[in-house]
C-alpha cells in the first residue's frame, strides 16, 4: 500500500475506475463567469468516460461543454473516521451526435431534478487520483 504525505492511502486508477463504476452521484466542478462552480449530479459511465444528463439551458451545460473540469466522487464514514474520495480531471464535450445520444439514453440514468434533460456532456478521465482513509487519524 502506497501512502501520501499525509498519510492517506493512494488509491490506483483500476480502484479509481471501480469505486466510480459502482457510484451514482458526484460533483463536478467548472468555471462559470470566471469563478469556480461545483453542483451534485447524477452520472453514469459510458466506454470508461463520466456522462451526466442535463437541461440544455442549465449554467452547467452552457459554461461545461468544451473546457475542461473536474468530477469528484467520495464516501464517508463519520463515526468511524475512514472514506475515499475519486477526483478525475478531463475535457467535457457536449454530445451533438443523435445515433451517440440515443445510445446514451440507454445508460441507467435518471437525474434527480425535475424539468427535461436532453443534453448530455461526456467526461473523457486525463487524470483520475483517489485517497483512501483506512483508520481514524490521531
Same mark, same amino acid.
Given at each position: 500500500m502506497q501512502l501520501d504525505r499525509s498519510g492517506l492511502e493512494i488509491l490506483d486508477e483500476d480502484e479509481c475506475r471501480a469505486l466510480l463504476a459502482r457510484t451514482a452521484i458526484g460533483r463536478i466542478v467548472f468555471t462559470h463567469h470566471a469563478l469556480p462552480a461545483i453542483q451534485p449530479v447524477n452520472f453514469a459511465l459510458s466506454d470508461g468516460d463520466i456522462v451526466i444528463r442535463t437541461s440544455r439551458l442549465s449554467r452547467l451545460a452552457s459554461a461545461a461543454a468544451? +473546457?475542461?473540469?473536474?468530477?469528484?466522487?467520495?464516501?464517508?464514514d463519520t463515526e468511524a473516521r +475512514?472514506?475515499?474520495?475519486?477526483?478525475?480531471?478531463?475535457?467535457?464535450?457536449?454530445?451533438?451526435d443523435p445515433e451517440e445520444a440515443a445510445a446514451l439514453e440507454a445508460l441507467p440514468l435518471r437525474t434527480w431534478a425535475p424539468g427535461e434533460r436532453d443534453y448530455f456532456l461526456r467526461i473523457r478521465p486525463e487524470l483520475l487520483t483517489g485517497r483512501r482513509i483506512r483508520t481514524a487519524v490521531q
Open positions: 468544451d +473546457t475542461v473540469v473536474a468530477f469528484e466522487i467520495d464516501d464517508f +475512514t472514506g475515499w474520495s475519486v477526483v478525475a480531471v478531463g475535457h467535457a464535450r457536449h454530445v451533438a
